[in-house]
């Protein structure tokens, strides 16, 4: 007989690990108790040594499906005669290294017993166990107990009780645990009709959407906008009425069959790659193709070649789904350019002139959670926008950080990310930072992450730009503050993720961002580390009138091409000929490097495309332009007087006008000149400059197209490449990647 302390680290609070300590002990017949401490789990083990080995070593290869688990300890301790195994009240008196689980997607076990008519649970639509339901957004507070959650206020029925303590049990501690005697339910309100029996809202509710209504639904990380994906009316009122014309729609479909994406593959087609993606615990919406011909309504992404697709996550969301039996779009419920709604009484009040009706549910929603998007790029999927499932994304960081520091982000896309000692949590997407609504879920999940993390935050990141609402926000704190320069950041958070290459090239190509010169960048070449990039390469830069409105008027940045070019554009109104002498005159004129504004003047110059409803329009549009593959026109480099070394977008300018060339062979022409272009960056500058990979971040290499052709060539090469993975590959990767250039600054082991 021998006893042992173990203390388990790691992703191990709301993952079921003590109910799953406490029944492997109960296998083992093996004695001792189990309690949540500070973040981590305290294991006092009794009894045979080679079953106490066995025990040690099963905690982390058999550990739950969720939990992610680390050996932080292992000791011999006197024997103390304990009889029997135990889970004991949490404490919370240590220093907190807390981990916070995502929300997770309805386990199989929950799903069949909701649609079992034998069962109590039989359609609840808050079904949930140790394995699956919300966390993320209902945890107020650390440990992670019922008293600590929204739950707190939905006292247990006399059966859920039974079923909480009852440590053999699979609900055994789920701290969200309801049924429709004790929990939550739901409501469907419209106009003056009201329902509050689940049952009879849910069937309310489906009888509208086939009657073609748009429907406010309540989910777990906030409100989705729903109506019929096969309906082109309500599709058209959507956008309509939430003034997006273009932007393209998520549509959600069921999970029946054997195969939970059988509903999928009706409509679109999946590579392996992306069926695992849609796949994810995290339930993501994934892009991938529609098939042609499809009963998908034409409107849910005009232009595009994709659609963003995702499996149901939420009990609510089965029920809807298979009883409605086709699918539906599940769009984000806000208003344009704001975070997701989680309140009942304001989404009531601010989504009243979208939807037609609601349904909501009475669950507190504690932090917004928008939905996770991936795109397969290169054969890996790869974050578009971080949301529920998946985070608050957790990484382990190459060194300690001198002090815990709040780092904000950009502008665009915003997310903020809270680092002390060796590890930073970066924030699900929130929002623009353009209204004052995404300020305020700013500055309150800035408060609540230090809460709920125990860290307070000695210095704040931020962007360098002065405009940005982050950095005037930053400004106004009463902290030490430290600026970064936009593109670094995004090189620093690719290498953040990749933390074994030691030297790099990194491309941070995007739409816009300050530059240390005072210009705007966006195609630039660095190599180095995180704390220490050099700017080698960029492209000939050309000044942009109106930099602030380029986003949405592509027509500005190629008539700054063809300005620039001595020539003009096709159609040059009276309007645009006053745009020209203010131009000329200097007058709101930006210099510019920015491969973003490149392809917008492409999508202006080749689709006509001369003002558009969302950033990042023309270039998508652009980019499901290509078809096939052409052959590349060869850009010369020229070295700038500062030693960097520039390609040139000039030879592109008169196949871009070519009308008699097909668009879609320009198209091709224009992504195959600028990634061998790339190419040819990186051959210059390995001749100056030792590097072991190169990385590529930054919002244009969101688009596939010319992501995987420079991965091909440069695996001719034999040039090893590199994506961000987990992190989001545009902005909202950018408070990691301010965290990651801080420490490398301060850190020379980086």
């Not at 623009?432 to 879920?441: A, G, I, M, T």
């Amino acid at each position: 007989m021998i006893a042992r302390d173990i203390i388990i680290s790691g992703q191990v609070q709301g993952v079921g690990y003590r109910p799953f300590v406490y029944r492997l002990a109960h296998k083992m017949n093996l004695h001792g108790q189990v309690h949540n401490g500070a973040g981590r789990v305290f294991i006092h083990i009794e009894g045979d040594g080679a079953q106490i080995d066995c025990f040690a070593d099963q905690l982390i290869i058999a550990a739950p499906p969720l939990a992610r688990p680390k050996l932080d300890t292992l000791q011999e301790v006197p024997v103390r005669g304990d009889q029997g195994f135990r889970i004991e009240t949490s404490t919370s008196d240590a220093m907190p290294e807390v981990h916070v689980p995502p929300d997770m997607f309805t386990c199989d076990d929950c799903l069949a017993e909701m649609s079992d008519p034998a069962e109590r649970r039989f359609g609840y639509p808050f079904i949930n166990c140790t394995q699956c339901g919300p966390r993320y957004t209902l945890i107020r507070a650390m440990p992670y107990d019922r008293p600590s959650t929204t739950l707190r206020d939905f006292p247990l029925c006399d059966d859920c009780r039974a079923e909480f303590e009852n440590p053999l049990d699979r609900r055994f501690h789920a701290q969200p645990l309801a049924c429709a005697k004790c929990g939550p339910g739901l409501e469907f309100v419209f106009g003056a009709e009201c329902i509050n029996d689940n049952a009879a809202a849910l069937a309310a509710c489906i009888t509208a959407l086939r009657d073609g209504n748009i429907i406010a639904i309540k989910g777990v990380g906030g409100y989705h906008l729903v109506c019929d994906a096969q309906n082109d009316a309500a599709i058209k009122a959507l956008r309509k009425r939430k003034h997006r014309p273009d932007k393209p729609l998520a549509v959600m479909f069921a999970q029946t069959g054997t195969d939970v994406l059988d509903h999928v593959r009706q409509y679109c087609t999946l590579s392996d790659k992306e069926a695992k993606a849609i796949s994810d615990p995290a339930r993501p919406i994934v892009l991938v193709r529609k098939r042609q011909r499809s009963a998908l309504s034409e409107h849910l992404a005009p232009g595009l070649g994709e659609l963003g697709v995702f499996l149901p996550y939420a009990p609510l969301h089965h029920l809807l789904l298979r009883n409605y039996g086709a699918p539906l779009v599940a769009t984000s419920g806000n208003i344009s350019g704001e975070p997701v709604i989680i309140d009942t009484k304001m989404a009531a009040e601010r989504l009243a002139t979208i939807a037609d009706a609601f349904l909501h549910h009475n669950r507190p929603i504690i932090r917004p959670a928008d939905d996770s998007v991936v795109r397969v790029i290169g054969g890996a999927a790869r974050s578009m926008r971080l949301g529920r499932g998946a985070a608050p994304l957790e990484i382990e960081l190459p060194a300690t950080l001198p002090e815990p520091v709040l780092a904000v982000g950009g502008h665009m896309k915003g997310a903020i990310a809270l680092g002390w000692e060796n590890r930073v949590v970066l924030s699900p997407h929130i929002a623009d930072f353009s209204s004052p609504r995404s300020l305020d879920v700013l500055v309150s999940l800035a408060k609540d992450l230090q809460a709920l993390y125990g860290i307070q935050a000695e210095k704040i990141i931020h962007d360098a730009h002065p405009g940005y609402a982050s950095t005037v926000w930053a400004r106004q704190q009463r902290l030490p503050l430290c600026a970064v320069q936009h593109h670094r950041a995004h090189a620093s958070a690719l290498a953040g993720e990749h933390p074994k290459i030691k030297n790099w090239m990194v491309f941070s190509w995007d739409g816009v961002g300050l530059g240390g010169d005072g210009t705007l960048w966006g195609g630039e070449g660095f190599v180095g580390t995180p704390g220490n990039w050099q700017r080698v390469t960029s492209w000939r830069s050309f000044d942009l009138l109106g930099a602030d409105h380029a986003g949405r008027e592509p027509w500005r940045s190629a008539a700054a091409l063809l300005w620039q070019s001595g020539e003009d554009l096709p159609q040059q109104s009276a309007d645009r000929e006053l745009a020209k002498a203010a131009w000329k005159k200097g007058i709101n004129v930006h210099t510019t490097s920015a491969v973003g504004r490149l392809f917008d003047a492409a999508a202006c110059l080749v689709m006509g495309l001369e003002k558009v409803s969302f950033e990042g329009q023309g270039p998508m549009q652009f980019e499901a332009l290509v078809r096939g593959k052409a052959e590349a026109i060869p850009l010369p480099l020229v070295i700038g007087d500062d030693g960097v070394a520039r390609s040139d977008w000039r030879a592109l300018i008169p196949v871009m006008q070519d009308r008699e060339m097909p668009g879609e062979k320009r198209a091709a022409v224009f992504h195959e000149s600028l990634a061998q272009a790339l190419v040819d960056q990186v051959i210059f500058a390995h001749e100056v400059h030792g590097f072991d990979a190169i990385g590529l971040t930054g919002g244009v290499f969101q688009n596939r197209v010319l992501a995987e052709c420079i991965l091909g060539k440069l695996v001719a090469l034999n040039i090893p490449a590199f994506l961000p993975r987990r992190v989001p590959i545009n902005d909202g990767g950018l408070a990691f990647g301010q965290i990651m250039e801080f420490l490398g600054k301060t850190d020379e082991h980086i």
